[in-house]
């Protein structure tokens, strides 16, 4: 039986980039999704998309800034579903711009309160139901999480926090059945780029990437299923960023001048 079949899986920010992808690679295990987003008629069309390859999808647009939603968010799952077997916080925004340019630091705010306070107030409302199931609470971080990137400060600061809050929860939790697993891709092709905050607080409206050279949404999602499959503790999932985590202990400077050239060329 693949191993989430008839589960519970909500999924923020499932709209489009990496939440996209990971609904569409769950849906094949015919599971009972919950996608959650902001923009209702692009979560419509995943859905189904979802159905269309054997999970069963409930759209629930949602703004995870704000707790009361999350609330209903988790409301409206049970009062489907009578039960949550995983969340997957996962809605984001970013950033790509120096922190001296910065005109607008409004946005630094914003990116605490999606990227971070949204997967707290989620995570909450759902946490009852969760250790009822003996469940999993899967945290969307980035390797901007585990170290500094420049031109991403706010961003960085944000996946910091996840990790913290959820390595800490996971102890707190170690008793109650309920995983953590906590995500660490590296750039991966996603609108998150072309919306990402400019030195305005404006959407640069294209990224600076090379496309190409980057890992898919979709390869990301595969990495991503198999991670929850094995309720793995924190899944790195390129081998530059594994191998980037131990180099650091020993040459910091070195994986810094690393992490600039590797924004500067953009791959």
Not at 67 to 89: F, H, K, S
Not at 220 to 230: I, K, Q, S, W
Request: glycine fraction near 8%; aromatic fraction near 6%; hydrophobic fraction near 45%.
């Amino acid at each position: 039986m693949p191993h989430f079949e008839h589960k519970v899986v909500v999924v923020t920010g499932a709209s489009s980039g990496i939440g996209r992808a990971l609904v569409l690679a769950l849906a094949a295990q015919r599971p009972r999704l919950v996608l959650a987003a902001r923009d209702a008629a692009r979560l419509a069309e995943v859905a189904q998309a979802c159905r269309a390859a054997g999970a069963q999808a409930l759209v629930v647009p949602t703004d995870v800034t704000e707790p009361e939603q999350c609330r209903g968010l988790v409301d409206r799952t049970i009062a489907e579903y009578g039960a949550i077997d995983a969340l997957v916080n996962n809605a984001g925004v970013g950033m790509i711009h120096r922190f001296d340019e910065t005109t607008d630091l409004g946005k630094f705010e914003q990116l605490m309160r999606v990227n971070y306070l949204g997967y707290v107030y989620a995570t909450f409302h759902a946490l009852p139901h969760l250790k009822r199931s003996r469940g999993l609470i899967v945290a969307v971080s980035s390797l901007t999480g585990l170290a500094g990137v420049p031109t991403r400060t706010g961003y960085a600061a944000s996946k910091h926090a996840v990790i913290g809050f959820f390595d800490s929860l996971r102890i707190e939790l170690l008793d109650s059945g309920v995983g953590v697993t906590i995500v660490c891709p590296d750039f991966v092709v996603s609108e998150v780029h072309r919306r990402a905050f400019g030195p305005d607080g404006q959407p640069l409206g294209r990224t600076q990437m090379d496309e190409s050279k980057v890992m898919s949404a979709e390869i990301c999602a595969r990495l991503m299923v198999r991670a929850m499959e094995n309720r793995e503790r924190l899944a790195v999932l390129s081998a530059r960023g594994r191998v980037a985590r131990w180099v650091r202990l020993v040459a910091p400077g070195l994986i810094d001048r690393l992490a600039h050239r590797v924004v500067r060329t953009g791959r």
